[in-house]
């Protein structure tokens, strides 16, 4: 502390006797020696005072020190030291938390805690920041890279959107950010984990970038070191982030599926020894719930029933189906996690005949030995059991009985006279259910029952054949009729409800079933007293309107053969004793219940308390197929009723079908503008993306025309001072030029050299010299050719050679020309040894005549031949 205390001295300078600055006047000169001061000392020191002072003086440090920490991440970038000090100062200043010594004496608690939000506005306004900070996630040093995650983890809690674009369109952004899972200190790694679930949310090329980058495969091998659902809280990280992944991302579902990752799903469900009571930690029971999510995810309604449907084989295939359902058998698993591990089944089984058949196999460890479907009912219609416990069993049921056929019938043969089956059945439990005190269980089961009849005619008239034995003495009744009165007798809105929608799904679509609800003589008069009842209450209302909407699958599915409430008798019923503009408006106050807008979005309902489970999903499903129906079957009127001047009625009836038809259309429009409008979000974003790529290489082609550009200016103004480029071409083609002159000069030299050794041969072998003194003229001026003629061509030669190998220094860069230049000179060599070698033949033929020839001039031979052959040494080097 002393340290730091005497640091802080040297950095701030002594202050006056008696004046102590403040902390504002503190943080303006540590900022103004970062600015300004050489050294690098000077301004780390000063760095790592502002580090202490950020967290008590945040506001003074982040107005006054912002863009001097910029600037030392961008200066000084080689001194980890240093950022590291810049990169934890920028962390206290943007995070979205109060500091314990923060001093804000005036600012309330709600700005205090927007500051972390606005510095982080004012950090990302030059994009470059963040793209520096992603820069430093290379550096290994942990004073570096770990305060750059967390400066990163605080800028996305702050501004996510914006930072996510920032770091989409940053080169190898998303890249350097993976890599960091890599690494072998855990403490970088968790926060790179808590980093990318923050990063991954909601952006869906974000995500795929990920997960291109091999990010599952790191997700599970951190998951397995960390010893799968025994593991710590970075499990629970890593499926958080794999959820984020997974999530309405039909791309990486699919990349998940192909990347064989469902099998490597199945070792993190390991259960605990039986009897082991300390086997499910708090944090256990956490992970295994994310890894059931996760599951989950790939196998939910709202996917593309392609990836749903393979997905679905695989995890059957993999054993992963057989693991859960061992989970659902077992002993001393928790509740929530017993519930999730139901709602996971329901949804691997939902619709694939395989699961749904295997599923149907499973038994359960119990004496006798009874089937899991059979085991799980009974907990649905246990009073005693959890509500959600209850509400994902009928969820699992009703995964079973969809689109299974097999499985609707094999429910109803179990309620059939013939059934022989000794145990306890499906049919018998729902039975009890329906008819037991318990008005939650009389949902369930009224709602359970229905599924077996969904899209299932044939099912609806075996259901007819059920008989149910009432009092000793007394004939049995039907299954419809004991229904029907128990609708009657009850005084629950939750019962009422239940048996509508079973009564509802029953007769659609069913004629002889709607014979028989209409065979019952109390059936009609207590549907048309609770369509025309008055009373607003909530539930009252959702009951009066599907009491209507029976009423009208009456009308529209009846066969006349009932001649008490034929079409046309249950027509004027409603339109005499209810009004047709009353009844239609009953019928649509179902619609327009927030609880059907709720069960209609989704198969698996989420009530939060039992007073909210009113509506089933499926029954939506049929009410808004079938309203129009109704409708159009009340305003259906038979001629002879014009011509008994009731058209007014018929013209209004007639209107009202007009409406609800409107009404039905605006309703399918209003669905289809929420899926377009949803389209239309996703391709403006898919649109943007785009747009900033284009934009993206918009800007790298400019930059790319500008370095171009540059390049060409360098060319023809720098490089012509270092001997290449454009004047280097020039000056090589002249000098070229002048080695050719020089060589044809040679040439002619040689040539006129050769004349005059000719004309010698000649004499001398003709014996034209008769006379010493001619013979000694003669040799006196071969001789000083030898000697003065040919010593000072010689030596003219070795300069041209000395010059020429300057000048092919020069043009080292010219290659094509230089390769020219070495034929000209080998030519010019070749001249030149001709020229010697006759030169010397001379020389033989006068030392023959007895003359002397000076050595020096062979010396120089030597030299010449020398020189020469270094040339060419040079020249093919």
Not at 202 to 209: E, R, T
Request: charged share 25%; hydrophobic share 40%.
């Amino acid at each position: 502390m002393e340290y730091f205390k005497s640091g802080l001295k040297s950095v701030l300078g002594t202050p006056q006797e008696g004046l102590q600055p403040t902390g504002a006047e503190t943080v303006e000169r540590l900022v103004d020696r970062v600015r300004s001061s050489t050294l690098l000392d000077d301004r780390r020191d000063a760095c790592r005072a502002l580090k202490a002072l950020s967290r008590k003086f945040r506001i003074e440090v982040g107005a006054q020190g912002m863009d001097a920490l910029c600037q030392v991440l961008e200066m000084d970038r080689g001194d980890c030291e240093i950022v590291g000090y810049a990169l934890d100062t920028l962390c206290n200043i943007t995070a979205s938390e109060s500091f314990e010594d923060e001093e804000h004496p005036h600012l309330s608690p709600t700005s205090v805690g927007s500051l972390g939000e606005q510095f982080t506005e004012i950090f990302i306004k030059q994009h470059d920041n963040v793209g520096l900070v992603l820069g430093f996630l290379e550096e290994y040093d942990f004073h570096v890279r770990w305060p750059a995650v967390r400066l990163l983890t605080s800028l996305l809690a702050n501004k996510p959107k914006d930072i996510q674009e920032i770091i989409l369109v940053s080169p190898m952004g998303v890249s350097k950010l993976m890599d960091i899972l890599g690494d072998s200190r855990e403490v970088i790694r968790n926060d790179a984990l808590l980093l990318l679930i923050q990063l991954t949310k909601g952006n869906a090329n974000i995500q795929k970038i990920v997960a291109f980058e091999n990010a599952f495969d790191r997700l599970f091998d951190v998951i397995s070191e960390e010893g799968y659902a025994d593991g710590g809280i970075v499990v629970e990280d890593c499926l958080l982030l794999m959820l984020n992944l997974l999530r309405n991302n039909t791309s990486n579902q699919s990349f998940f599926k192909e990347g064989s990752y469902i099998q490597r799903l199945a070792p993190m469900f390991n259960l605990p020894p039986e009897g082991d009571d300390t086997g499910w930690s708090a944090q256990k029971v956490s992970n295994v719930h994310c890894m059931l999510q996760v599951v989950r995810t790939l196998v939910m309604p709202g996917n593309p029933a392609q990836v749903t449907m393979s997905s679905q084989k695989a995890m059957k295939a993999c054993g992963l189906l057989e693991i859960l359902c061992g989970i659902l058998m077992a002993s001393g698993v928790p509740v929530d996690i017993l519930t999730e591990t139901i709602n996971t089944v329901a949804e691997v089984i939902r619709g694939n005949h395989g699961n749904q058949e295997y599923f149907a196999s499973v038994m359960a460890p119990s004496n006798p030995p009874r089937p899991a479907i059979t085991v799980l009912l009974m907990s649905m219609v246990n009073e005693k059991q959890s509500f959600v416990l209850r509400c994902s069993v009928l969820y699992c049921f009703q995964c079973f009985l969809f689109k299974n056929e097999v499985g609707q019938s094999q429910l109803v043969q179990t309620l059939l006279p013939s059934s022989t089956e000794a145990n306890l059945t499906t049919g018998q439990l729902l039975c009890g259910g329906l008819f037991s005190g318990d008005s939650l269980s009389n949902w369930f089961s009224a709602v359970a029952l229905s599924h077996a009849l969904v899209e299932n005619p044939a099912q609806k008239e075996q259901l007819l054949r059920v008989l149910l034995a009432t009092n000793v003495g007394s004939p049995p009744i039907s299954l419809l009729h004991q229904c029907t009165m128990l609708l009657q007798q009850g005084s629950k809105m939750q019962s009422k409800l239940g048996l509508l929608m079973l009564l509802s799904t029953w007769l659609a679509h069913c004629p002889q079933a709607v014979k028989q609800f209409l065979s019952i003589p109390t059936s009609i008069p207590y549907l048309t007293a609770q369509a025309g009842s008055n009373e607003h209450d909530d539930s009252e209302e959702l009951v009066q309107g599907i009491c209507a909407f029976l009423m009208g699958i009456c009308i529209n599915f009846n066969d006349d053969t009932v001649t008490t409430f034929s079409k046309e008798k249950l027509r004027q019923i409603v339109e005499k004793r209810l009004g047709l503009e009353t009844f239609l408006d009953k019928m649509g106050e179902v619609s327009k219940h927030e609880l059907y807008s709720k069960a209609a979005k989704h198969p698996q309902l989420r009530p939060k308390q039992p007073s909210e489970l009113l509506l089933d999903h499926e029954f939506c499903r049929l009410f808004r197929a079938l309203e129009g129906m109704v409708v159009r079957a009340l305003s259906s009127k038979p001629h002879s009723d014009l011509v008994n001047g009731s058209s007014e009625h018929s013209l209004l009836a007639s209107e009202n079908s007009l409406l609800l038809q409107y009404k039905e259309l605006i309703r399918e429009q209003d669905h289809k503008l929420q899926e377009l409008t949803q389209t239309t979000e996703r391709l403006t974003v898919e649109k943007s993306t785009l747009q900033r790529e284009v934009k993206d290489l918009k800007s790298t082609l400019s930059q790319l025309r500008d370095e171009n550009m540059l390049l060409r200016a360098q060319a023809n103004t720098g490089l012509g001072q270092t001997t290449s480029g454009n004047t280097l071409g020039r000056e090589a083609f002249h000098m070229l030029e002048e080695v050719r002159a020089e060589a044809r000069r040679w040439k002619e030299q040689s040539e006129q050299k050769d004349s005059l050794i000719c004309k010698l041969e000649e004499q001398v072998k003709s014996g034209v010299v008769s006379d010493l003194d001619t013979q000694l003229t003669l040799k006196s001026a071969d001789q000083t050719i030898a000697s003065s003629d040919i010593e000072r061509e010689l030596q003219e030669t070795r300069q041209q050679l000395a010059a020429t190998e300057e000048k092919l220094a020069e043009l080292a860069t010219a290659n094509g020309e230089i390769e020219k230049m070495q034929k000209d000179q080998e030519d010019l060599l070749e001249l030149l040894t001709d020229q010697d070698t006759r030169l010397n033949q001379l020389k033989a033929q006068l030392r023959a005549l007895g003359e002397k020839v000076d050595d020096d001039d062979d010396d120089n031979d030597e030299d010449l031949e020398e020189e020469a052959e270094g040339c060419e040494d040079e020249n093919s080097a």
